[in-house]
């Protein structure tokens, strides 16, 4: 079992920058991988980016061309935690972000391939 806590969502002006972060906890191997995951309302929930949490694949983060260039996956494996910095942000950014998890060591941005889920965290951008 894995499990994650998403914090640091907020209200931001458009062009400003939030960075959140997910705690993982629980029982998990090398082939975890994390993924950032929004739904915004009345929208499907949608990938942003996804890593592998311990080198599987490098450490190479695979993104959505949407936040391409704005938006950076990271993550510090001494404190259990991956973050998502999000920059230049948009009205359009605005949703609840949700990191999960799997451990097939691979990539992965359809929903249904992340077995663990946080609770979500709400970012807003406007003015």
């Known amino acids: 079992q894995v499990q994650l806590v998403e914090s640091g969502g907020g209200l931001v002006q458009p062009g400003g920058s939030l960075r959140l972060s997910c705690v993982a906890s629980g029982r998990f191997f090398s082939t975890v991988t994390i993924g950032w995951f929004r739904q915004a309302p009345g929208k499907e929930r949608e990938i942003v980016g996804t890593i592998p949490w311990i080198a599987w694949g490098v450490g190479i983060t695979d993104y959505a061309d949407s936040v391409k260039g704005r938006f950076t996956i990271s993550r510090d494996n001494a404190k259990n935690t991956v973050y998502l910095q999000m920059n230049m942000l948009k009205p359009e950014d605005t949703a609840v972000y949700y990191c999960?998890?799997?451990?097939?060591?691979?990539?992965?941005?359809?929903?249904?391939?992340?077995?663990?889920w946080g609770q979500g965290t709400q970012v807003t951008v406007s003015s």
């Open positions: 999960a998890a799997h451990q097939r060591g691979t990539y992965g941005r359809r929903v249904e391939q992340y077995d663990y």
